[in-house]
Each structure stands twice: as C-alpha cells, then as structure tokens.
C-alpha cells in the first residue's frame, strides 16, 4: 500500500485527474479515501461537472418498489441495490426527473386529497443523499413538477411546481430554490401540460408537452422564471415519450397503439429530433422511422408504465418496457429490454419479472441518467 501511494504521488497532477475524470462516478466516490490528493480533485466542483460533462448514460429504475437497477445501455450490463427505506411505502415513486445527476422524485400518495406530508424529495443515488422538500402550502396529486438551474450559476439548482387541471383551487406556480431554502409564487397562466409524455430538463431548462389547440413544447426558464411556447410537436398517438438527445436537443419516440380492441395491435415506431433548443428557431424533423411486422408493444396497455428509451448513433433505440403474462391464473409485470433499428426488433432481453399491481406501479418504467458526484442542495 505504501508502495501505491508512493506511485501515486509520483504522477503528474494533471494526469492523475485526466485518469479520474474517466472513472466511473459510483468507483470515484468510493476513491475518497485513497488519498488527500484524490480526495482533494474528486470533491472539487470543477472536476465533479467536468466529469459529469464527460460522462455517459445510463438507464435507471426502480423494480417493483424494492431494487434500483441501473443499466450500462451500450453492455447490457446493470447492477442492482436496494430501493432507500425512506422511499418505500408510503413515499413510493410515482415519476422521476433527472438533472445533473440529481433524481427529483415525485412519489406517490394513496389519495387525491391535499397533504402538507412531503412527498417530494431531491436524490443522489451515487452518493446515497436524500433531501425531501417541504411544501409552501400544499401538494396536489396533479402538480407538475420540474427541476433545473439559473445559467449564470449551475450550482443555482431550482424547482418549479405548477398545478393540473383537476386542482381544487386557482391555477399555482411556485418555484423553490436551494439556496433560501423556501418556495415563492410566481404569476403565471395556466398550462395544460400533456402527462403521458411526462417532462426533460435540458442544459437547466425543463420541458414539457402542452395542449391548447395543438400539442407544442413548453419550456421553463430557470434563470428567467418563465415559461414559453418553443415549437409544435409532431402528431402524437397513445404511446409517446419525450427525452434528451446529444445533451442539448429533444427527441421524442412515438408509437400509436390501438388500445380500443380486444387485443393491442403495435404500429410504426418513429423517433424526432429537434434542432439544438440554442438555435433561434426551433423545430422537430423526423429522424427515423421503423416499419416491421411484429414490432412490441413500448406500452402494452393504458395502464402500464411508459418506455425509457436511448437512441444510438445508427438510427437505432434501445427500449426498456413493461409488458404482462399470464401464469397460473396470475398477472405477472415483465421488463424487457429491446434493441430496435431500421430493420425491426435485433435484440430483446427480459430483466425482471414481478407480480403485477397495475395502479401502483411507476409512471414511467425506466429513466435517461447520468450518474454524477453532484451533492445534493443543502
């Protein structure tokens, strides 16, 4: 061991922090203490948003309320770890949205009543830090949420809430900040926000798909505190998710599914891409489409979980989605990972199988992150 540190010491700093900077997160919070010229360049913030700059993918969810799985899309390879206690029930996820590696969890609640309980929490899970957000007044099952930062300081992590259509008071927007730790009220109108696609953030920004006459992407501005109309979106059918491509575009897959028969029929799947949202105009143009006999159902019904998805770079998605089977007289949820390209279906691989409780399972079966020493706001 001395011998180690001894080598270590004898390396440049700036190769020491090049062969940190292509380490693993989850490996790097693990090397604090190696040494204090380790722990001293992975605590740095410089070097954590570098690294989480440089840093790839990942798919992350949670399996049936016990297991965080999160998976390396370009090996297939994933790695499991209990779900916290503190979110277990009755703080179960409901939905997720991820921002710098931080994982806004929005969980669920057994009614749809207001409640001053928070259920709203900011988590890490590299580095395992949990902080639950206390409501200026209220929550409704309804809300909105989204999270991002101001522009001019990264480190300015803020949150908006905005209420649904099924409030029980007036049309809401709050946006909380962590540096005062406390919500304020923001005048705004009210948005019909298109939930089955559910939101991104992107480079700070949060971003939905609204509803008025036609389906457009709503954006909020962190640094602003405002929102605004940025482009119309594509026709969108039963089965719709709206993601992050290259880190600073959106891209939207698209599957219309007939769930009115007896039996669910899959149709073409397409993914759009947007322009980069920096451009002065913005717009979605088809990146590919996938016309094939057999295609699988990226939502098998109604009441499933919408698909996680990653697009690669040859006009290709990986897709992890929650599907159901019978045995013994006994619905089973199976999660299932495809490969799909131009050509059809090149790979499919079950992950997980569990009894199926259809109204309490996630939103959403799976998530785009980006695993990152990034410390939970205080």
């Keep these: 061991m001395a011998f180690s ?85 009755p703080h179960s996820f409901a939905s997720m949205v991820h921002c710098d590696g931080l994982m806004l969890c929005i969980c669920s609640d057994s009614s749809y009543e207001r409640t001053r309980e928070a259920n709203l929490a900011v988590w890490n899970p590299v580095t395992k830090k949990i902080k639950w957000i206390e409501p200026l007044d209220s929550y409704y099952e309804t809300d909105y949420f989204g999270i991002g930062y101001d522009n001019t300081c990264r480190e300015n992590y803020k949150i908006v809430r905005f209420s649904g259509p099924m409030s029980f008071d007036d049309t809401e927007c709050e946006i909380y900040e962590f540096k005062s730790d406390s919500w304020r009220t923001l005048d705004t109108k009210y948005w019909d926000v298109y939930t089955q696609c559910r939101g991104v953030s992107v480079k700070g920004n949060m971003y939905w798909i609204a509803d008025t006459k036609e ?134 691989i079950e992950t997980g199988r569990h009894r199926s409780f259809r109204y309490l399972d996630p939103f959403i079966c799976s998530y785009v992150y980006v695993p990152s020493l990034i410390p939970v706001p205080e």
């Design 215 to 348: 389906k457009f992407i709503l954006r909020f501005d962190f640094s602003m505190e405002t929102f605004k109309n940025v482009c119309v979106c594509p026709p969108i059918g039963c089965t719709g998710r709206l993601g992050c491509f290259s880190g600073d575009r959106l891209s939207l897959l698209l599957q219309d599914t007939d769930f009115g028969g007896e039996e669910e029929v899959s149709t073409d799947i397409a993914v759009w891409l947007t322009n980069k949202l920096s451009d002065e105009v913005v717009s979605f143009t088809k990146y590919f489409n996938v016309t094939s006999p057999h295609l699988p159902l990226l939502q098998c019904h109604g009441d499933m979980a919408r698909p996680g998805y990653f697009i690669g770079d040859h006009k290709n998605i990986l897709a992890w989605c929650e599907g159901e089977v019978e045995e013994d007289d006994k619905w089973y949820t199976c999660i299932t990972l495809y490969q799909i390209d131009q050509c059809g279906i090149r790979k499919q």
């Design 5 to 89: 540190k001894r080598v270590y010491r004898s390396l440049p700093f700036e190769l020491v922090e090049e062969i940190l900077k292509k380490t693993p997160a989850e490996s790097l919070n693990r090397f604090k203490s190696t040494c204090k010229q380790w722990y001293g360049i992975i605590t740095d913030k410089r070097f954590m948003y570098n690294h989480l700059d440089h840093s790839p993918e990942r798919f992350i969810r949670t399996d049936d309320h016990k297991t965080v799985q999160i998976m390396d899309p370009m090996t297939g390879i994933f790695s499991d770890s209990p779900v916290p206690d503190v979110f277990r029930s």
